[in-house]
Nanobody
Framework: VQLQASGGGLVQAGGSLRLSCTASESIFSFNLLGWYRQAPGKQRELVATVTSGTSGVYRNYVDSVKGRFIIFRDNAKNAVYLQMNSLKPEVTAVYYC?????????WGQGTQVTVSS
């Protein structure tokens, strides 16, 4: 499975960006899709995940982005998105998408997000 992340860029504080992650195959079977980020000198951290199971769909966000970021998947387009609003300089990082199923994780190549103050 190959994941292609896109949508990053340079934006001023308060602006918005939408990240896209497109898979090379159907994402229907992936029970976890997520976005992670890594800032310079820091470890990679979870930003948002959407998990699907028999009991429903669940979204999880790191506290610092709750209410500003939205993660959603589009199975028809084999894609997962991260809508980022009210951006702050501290979210500057390389953003990676991840897809997980059957105990295996697949990662995209990352897209740079830079928020200027």
């Amino acid at each position: 499975v190959q994941l292609q992340a896109s949508g990053g860029g340079l934006v001023q504080a308060g602006g918005s960006l939408r990240l896209s992650c497109t898979a090379s195959e159907s994402i229907f079977s992936f029970n976890l899709l997520g976005w992670y980020r890594q800032a310079p000198g820091k470890q990679r951290e979870l930003v948002a995940t959407v998990t699907s199971g028999t009991s429903g769909v669940y979204r999880n966000y790191v506290d610092s982005v709750k209410g500003r970021f939205i993660i959603f998947r589009d199975n028809a387009k084999n894609a997962v998105y991260l809508q980022m609003n009210s951006l702050k300089p501290e979210v500057t990082a390389v953003y990676y998408c991840k897809a997980g199923r059957d105990g295996l994780d697949y990662w995209g190549q990352g897209t740079q997000v830079t928020v200027s103050s």
